[in-house]
């Protein structure tokens, strides 16, 4: 073997994405599941889905209400729309997560939503606004239910997460890897 095929193969193996190891791959799954199941909860519990499982969950109408505590200056039909569209979105992103497809689309859709959130409560908590959070129904995931900082600190982590998923890439444990072609 010449020294540019030793250099090109052994450089080969240093390329290998992290991700696409094994060890890369089971921490991926992990990522991808974790965030995928909390946001196909989230959306499936704003729209009564939930309710199927034993799951406490809302309505639409209920999110509708929670979006209009924040007094944003949406307009009603903004609102409705945005209590209708949200928990479907944060539903099909989930699974797309969990199932490893379209993932670093799913995953920019996921820190995007987070962002978004994020800039909403801190605009609630400048405008000394009480009022709750129904991200995830009656269930308390790690914040109180009285919206402040710690929803987002908590946001920020889940953007993390999904910043690294989409970094990332789904691994090799997805069906994105699965359906990839090979060259």
């Not at 390329?15 to 094994?22: M, N, R």
């Not at 009656?138 to 989409?166: D, K, M, Q, Y």
Request: include cysteine; proline fraction near 5%; aromatic fraction near 6%.
């Amino acid at each position: 073997m010449s020294e540019t095929q030793t250099a090109a193969t052994t450089g080969a193996a240093c390329a290998t994405p992290f991700a696409a190891t094994v060890p890369g791959s089971v921490l991926m799954l992990g990522l991808r599941a974790g965030l995928g199941t909390l946001f196909v909860l989230s959306g499936a519990i704003k729209v009564d889905l939930a309710s199927l499982a034993s799951v406490p969950s809302s309505t639409p109408t209920a999110f509708a209400m929670a979006i209009s505590k924040f007094e944003m200056g949406l307009s009603e039909p903004t609102i409705t729309f945005m209590a209708w569209t949200i928990p479907w979105v944060e539903i099909v992103a989930g699974l797309a997560l969990l199932l490893g497809v379209m993932t670093r689309g799913a995953a920019m859709i996921i820190a995007g939503l987070m962002v978004a959130f994020s800039v909403g409560i801190a605009s609630v908590i400048a405008r000394d606004i009480s009022t709750t959070c129904s991200c995830f129904g009656s269930i308390r995931l790690i914040c109180p239910t009285e919206v402040g900082p710690c929803h987002i600190v908590r946001n920020v982590g889940f953007a993390l997460v999904a910043a690294a998923i989409w970094a990332l890439g789904p691994g090799r444990l997805s069906i994105e890897h699965v359906l990839r072609p090979r060259a």
